[in-house]
């Protein structure tokens, strides 16, 4: 089953097996999250290209990544980002980081989001991080409803759905223990997409999932 989202931050060259673990593992990957630079970079990158090719050729959905900044960074930067993802690595879809959770900012990401259509992001992501207004529910296939640490993840209270049951719901985890189920917690939550790392600290996204992270599939 494709449940897990993978935002694996790392450069091909230096974890070439880490990112070979995540090709292998395509019919469980819901999509990959590419960010060569916290977004395309200024150059297209010969490693990222490549592990875009293989990653679209096994199918899996390919997510150009672009910080928003809660809604402080220009639209016209953000889908500038997104369309190099597009021409440089074949994205079929957008990553959109730092989403507001409040209804105030919905008109604006409205306005992002059909100009991230209009460049051919057929998936659109929305990290909010936290339960948002059930308003963005209407331009997102996925809505990042946690993003934390394993220790308040446990601890997190139930949340009211946002929005219908067309939209998929995702939570990002770190900081967790080997011998924690954070699939389970996740379906049990609501959360049809998932992942949960190891890593901790100011990059957690420098490591693989759990599911993935194995000897037999990283030597």
């Given at each position: 089953?494709?449940?897990?989202?993978?935002?694996?931050?790392?450069?091909?060259?230096?974890?070439?097996?880490?990112?070979?673990?995540?090709?292998?593992?395509?019919?469980?990957?819901?999509?990959?999250?590419?960010?060569?630079?916290s977004?395309?970079?200024?150059?297209?990158?010969?490693?990222?290209?490549?592990?875009?090719?293989?990653?679209?050729?096994?199918?899996?959905?390919?997510?150009?990544?672009?910080?928003?900044?809660?809604?402080?960074?220009?639209?016209?930067?953000?889908?500038?980002?997104?369309?190099?993802?597009?021409?440089?690595?074949?994205?079929?879809?957008?990553?959109?980081?730092?989403?507001?959770?409040?209804?105030?900012e919905?008109?604006?990401?409205?306005?992002?989001?059909?100009?991230?259509?209009?460049?051919?992001?057929?998936?659109?992501?929305?990290n909010?991080?936290?339960?948002?207004?059930?308003?963005?529910?209407?331009?997102?296939?996925?809505?990042?409803?946690?993003?934390?640490?394993?220790?308040?993840y446990r601890?997190?209270?139930?949340?009211?759905?946002?929005?219908?049951?067309?939209v998929?719901?995702?939570?990002?985890v770190?900081?967790?223990?080997?011998?924690?189920?954070?699939?389970?917690l996740?379906?049990?939550?609501?959360?049809?997409v998932?992942?949960?790392?190891?890593?901790?600290?100011?990059?957690?996204?420098g490591t693989?999932?759990?599911?993935?992270?194995?000897?037999?599939?990283?030597?």
């Amino acid at each position: 089953m494709s449940t897990l989202l993978v935002p694996y931050y790392e450069h091909p060259s230096v974890r070439p097996a880490e990112w070979d673990a995540i090709v292998a593992a395509a019919p469980r990957l819901y999509g990959v999250v590419l960010n060569p630079a916290s977004g395309p970079g200024d150059r297209p990158d010969p490693a990222f290209t490549e592990v875009a090719a293989r990653l679209r050729a096994e199918g899996v959905r390919v997510l150009g990544y672009a910080d928003t900044d809660y809604g402080r960074r220009a639209a016209t930067d953000v889908v500038r980002d997104l369309t190099r993802h597009r021409d440089w690595y074949g994205t079929d879809g957008a990553f959109l980081d730092q989403v507001p959770s409040g209804p105030e900012e919905f008109e604006h990401y409205q306005k992002l989001a059909v100009a991230a259509w209009g460049v051919g992001c057929a998936t659109l992501v929305l990290n909010h991080g936290t339960a948002p207004h059930p308003c963005y529910a209407r331009i997102a296939d996925v809505l990042v409803t946690f993003e934390g640490p394993w220790a308040a993840y446990r601890a997190l209270p139930p949340q009211p759905r946002p929005g219908g049951t067309d939209v998929r719901l995702c939570h990002l985890v770190y900081d967790v223990p080997p011998d924690a189920d954070p699939e389970g917690l996740a379906r049990a939550r609501g959360a049809a997409v998932h992942c949960a790392v190891p890593g901790a600290g100011d990059h957690p996204w420098g490591t693989l999932p759990y599911t993935l992270h194995r000897p037999e599939n990283t030597s």
